[in-house]
Structure formats: C-alpha cells, structure tokens
C-alpha cells in the first residue's frame, strides 16, 4: 500500500493565495465549494481545508501530518499546548494580498484619548489573538481584560470595546473604521509545520522537506524574471555593469568568437527601465522569461 501525506491547507483568507503558491511550485490543487477535500495532481498528498486558526492544533495532536498557517497562530496554540509542538519545516513569507508579512495591531478610534498601550490600564481589548495579547501586555506590566472576537473586531470601539488587536496587511480596513494604530504586538507569516512523530517516518519526512522546498522556491521567484542577451565580448563590461543580478549573470561563448551570451534573473520591476539601457549598450537578441521556481 502507497504512503499518502495528510496535509493541511488553510481555509479562509489564505486559501486563493496558497492555492496559487502550490501551482507556482507545480502543484495543481481543486477546490469544490460542496467540499473540504480538495483534490490535488499528486497521488501522494491528500488534502484537507482547515482553518488557519485551527491547524496548529490539528497538526500537533496528529489528525494532520503537516499544515500551513501563521505564525501568529502557532503562538496563539503555543500558549496552551503544554508538550503538543508542532515543528516548523517552512518559512513562507506570502499573505492574503502580497508576498509579505501581515501585523498584529493595536488600534483605537481615531477621536479616543488613548495614545500608548499604557493609557489602556484596565481597559477591555477585543481580539481573536487572546493569548498573543495577553503576553504582550503582561510583557507591558498594563493589567487590561482581554475579550475574544469572533469576528467584525473593527466595529466594536468605542461602544463594545475600548481597543482591539487586529491583524492588517496594508492598514485600509482600520482606517475605513476610523481606528488608528498605536503600537504593533507581533508580525506574522505563514509556516509549513509538521507533527514531530510525522518526521521520524523517512518517507514522510522526505516528502514533506521536498515540498518545503518547492514551496520557498516558487517564493524567491515572485517578482522576478529571467534574461538572456547576447554580447560582444568588447561590449561585456559595460552590459555587465548594467545588470543587478540575483548572483553573478552567466556568461557563455557563442559560434561566434566575437560574442558571448549572458543570462541573469533580475526584479521584475526593473526590466522596463533596464532592456533601453541594454539595448543602448549594444546587447542583441535580448530576451525575457517568466520563472516560476528559485532554488537558492
């Protein structure tokens, strides 16, 4: 019987964005609206949807081999878990909206007198993040009581709370509710983790750190693109100058003893201002490629 790896992946805000990681990284997933099984290319992954806030858990009692989910949530499942770890394979730096990292904020409406989390003394905070916040204001030594918000926490100031700890990638969602912030209690990402037993199994293990793998190198290609010119050899130091390469460009002779070839991967953003100067400084047959994958 085939082994199969049970592998979590995050229902909800990070769902689109992980599902086009995974097709970056060559993995085609489906997800049916009906359905929390989604169906994968790969005969030796089966997955599941869970959410986010919940994967720490169901990875470290062992319903799950291995998940993605934040940082913010392995905290958060830390606090209470005693010795059920998780252990993390995986830095994945990419969120709902970006390839970054998304924070955890303290906020208060924009009219409220509170200026520093210390003005908060025996205040109520609202927040999904109860055990995170609790930290970090006992870190603070500011007593407050930490209420859970199961969700719409932007409204609740002033009436329902008098601050929250919410999560933003780019802030607009707190100021559309008039909140502005005041401190940050952490920054986040999402992490591939896996049961610990998981990883006694060699193939699972295997598995599992090949799929990290793939995952961080579709990652280092985001926002970068390939390109391949060709040279005159007399030309080379100045095109060479032009070029801010990931790590030193390729260069290859031709038929022709007269011209080498180059080849780099570059940031995309820079290619509209760069291919000008290259063929300004006599580069020829200069062409760009999408990457999907790059393994450092």
């Keep these: 019987m085939s082994q199969v790896l049970k592998l979590g992946l995050p229902k909800g805000s990070l769902q689109d964005a992980t599902v086009q990681l995974f097709a970056r990284a060559g993995f085609n997933i489906y997800i049916s609206t009906r359905s929390y099984y989604p169906g994968i290319d790969d005969p030796e992954i089966e997955c599941l949807l869970i959410r986010a806030q919940e994967m720490a858990r169901y990875v470290a009692d062992g319903v799950i081999d291995a998940g993605l989910t934040g940082q913010d949530w392995i905290a958060e499942h830390a ?41 908060l003394e025996g205040k109520t905070i609202a927040t999904e993040l109860v055990r995170a916040t609790e930290a970090y204001f006992a870190k603070l030594g500011v007593r407050v009581n930490v209420e859970f918000s199961w969700g719409a926490t932007e409204v609740k100031p002033p009436v329902l709370a008098d601050a929250i700890v919410e999560v933003t990638e780019t802030g607009s969602s707190l100021r559309a509710n008039r909140l502005r912030i005041i401190d940050t209690v952490m920054t986040s990402n999402t992490q591939l ?35 391949m010119l060709n040279v005159r050899r007399s030309d080379l130091p100045t095109i060479l100058a032009l070029l801010p390469a990931l790590q030193r460009p390729t260069v290859a002779p031709l038929s022709d003893e007269e011209w080498v070839a180059v080849n780099t991967i570059i940031e995309e953003k820079t290619v509209r201002e760069l291919i000008p100067r290259l063929k300004a400084a006599n580069a020829q047959g200069i062409v760009e490629y999408p990457l999907n994958k790059i393994v450092v």
């Design 193 to 227: 983790i896996a049961n610990p037993r998981v990883l006694a199994d060699e193939w699972k293990r295997t598995k599992i750190e090949n799929l990290a793998l793939l995952l961080r190198a579709a990652i280092e290609a985001q926002g970068r693109v390939g390109l």
């Design 79 to 119: 606090a209470t878990a005693g010795d059920r770890a998780v252990t993390p394979m995986a830095d994945l730096v990419y969120a709902k909206q970006s390839f970054g990292r998304v924070k955890w904020v303290l906020a208060v409406p924009d009219d409220s007198p509170f200026q520093t989390p210390r003005d």
